[in-house]
């Protein structure tokens, strides 16, 4: 899923004059410091997420004082502050920001405790993991290079480390988010637009090979199920068969959020147990549940086949339900092999709770 969107913020400059620096003096350091108050909104404005800002690029800045470095972005307006652009249907966020250099730094930790996500801080590394079932961004302090989900990213600056919170300056959020970013100053706020839904995959192809399959689906680790009666190639089937086969043997394994390598951790979480068992039989799905629900071709509903990933959204994560949150396997009698938080890789059917939460399905095995 990719959103297309640009941070922007506004700021306003105060400027204590001393009583002994004379009026002329006083006219002269205010009308500097809106110049460049000006200069930074001109910056922020002409910079969009698609945009990169180079590591070695640099501006040249004034001597500021201690009062200058108080520059703030304010929505509020009045006086000589300047207006930020409206955030469509923005939702204000109250956080604790780091004000540095006259720009606004947006706590991570708290942005994610606010969705609910998981926020995982790794000292050694000086690395921060947000996500819910998938992992959906990664950043390492001091570090231009970002993740969303299986995109790279070149941040316009990077995050810093400060009193053991992670802090992204506002444009560099709004570029990883994905949508759009302003600061409230009078709230004490950050205002985020809302995500975009995952675009439609479209309209299924019309089939007529439902899944006749009879698998028991008693998760005993021995039977691969039926690999269905539809025109589906014998060596599809037999594949289908293969990796269901080779997915029930991981019955049980714990689940781990962002999870590592299989080899070392032992453990999976939704989208790294497709990723592992599909490349059993040396099909390679990207890493996250989202990027997975791009490959392949789109089946219907009710015409899945034993051996086809299907999708789901996770409730309550975004104000609509359909962007993609989790990942299982079918293998055949309306079940879906997956992993949860408890008990880990388990059988679930599919006209279950996940039917409510399905949206749509992909065949990768041809």
């Not at 800045?61 to 520059?71: F, R």
């Not at 998760?219 to 014998?234: F, K, N, V």
């Not at 996770?314 to 092999?337: A, C, D, E, F, L």
Request: aromatic fraction near 8%.
């Amino acid at each position: 899923m990719k959103w297309k969107a640009i941070g922007v913020m506004s700021v306003c400059s105060v400027l204590l004059v001393s009583c002994s620096g004379g009026q002329e003096r006083a006219a002269q350091r205010q009308e500097a410091s809106q110049q460049y108050a000006r200069s930074l909104v001109q910056d922020r404005l002409n910079v969009t997420p698609n945009q990169t800002r180079q590591p070695n690029e640099s501006r040249m800045q004034p001597m500021q004082t201690q009062n200058q470095a108080q520059i703030r972005t304010n929505q509020a307006g009045g006086g000589n502050g300047f207006q930020a652009l409206a955030v469509a249907n923005g939702e204000k966020i109250q956080v604790t920001p780091l004000m540095r250099d006259g720009e606004v730094w947006i706590p991570l930790e708290q942005i994610a405790n606010h969705y609910d996500y998981n926020y995982d801080w790794d000292a050694d590394d000086k690395k921060v993991t947000i996500g819910e079932t998938d992992v959906l961004f990664e950043l390492e302090v001091d570090s231009y290079n970002a993740k969303n989900g299986d995109n790279t990213i070149t941040l316009h600056k990077p995050p810093v480390l400060q009193n053991n919170q992670v802090y992204l300056e506002i444009s560099s959020f709004a570029q990883l988010w994905q949508t759009q970013a302003a600061w409230d100053e009078a709230s004490q706020s950050v205002v985020i637009s809302p995500k975009v839904d995952t675009p439609s995959p479209g309209k299924p192809p019309v089939t007529t090979t439902p899944d006749t399959g009879t698998d028991t689906g008693t998760g005993d680790g021995t039977g691969a199920g039926d690999a269905g009666t539809g025109e589906g190639t014998q060596a599809a089937q037999g594949k289908a068969g293969e990796v269901i086969t080779f997915a029930k043997k991981f019955m049980g394994t714990p689940y781990l959020w962002a999870a590592g390598p299989y080899e070392t951790t032992k453990k999976f979480d939704c989208s790294s147990y497709m990723q592992y068992i599909y490349k059993h039989i040396g099909i390679k799905l990207p890493r996250s549940s989202r990027a997975q629900s791009t490959v392949g071709q789109l089946v219907a509903r009710d015409a899945l086949q034993p051996g086809d990933i299907v999708f789901f959204y996770t409730p309550g994560r975004y104000t609509s339900n359909k962007i993609v949150g989790h990942v299982g396997m079918y293998i055949g009698n309306n079940q879906v092999i997956h992993t949860t938080n408890k008990p880990g890789v388990t059988i679930a059917p599919l006209n279950g709770s996940l039917e409510k939460r399905y949206l749509w399905s992909r065949r990768v095995i041809q």
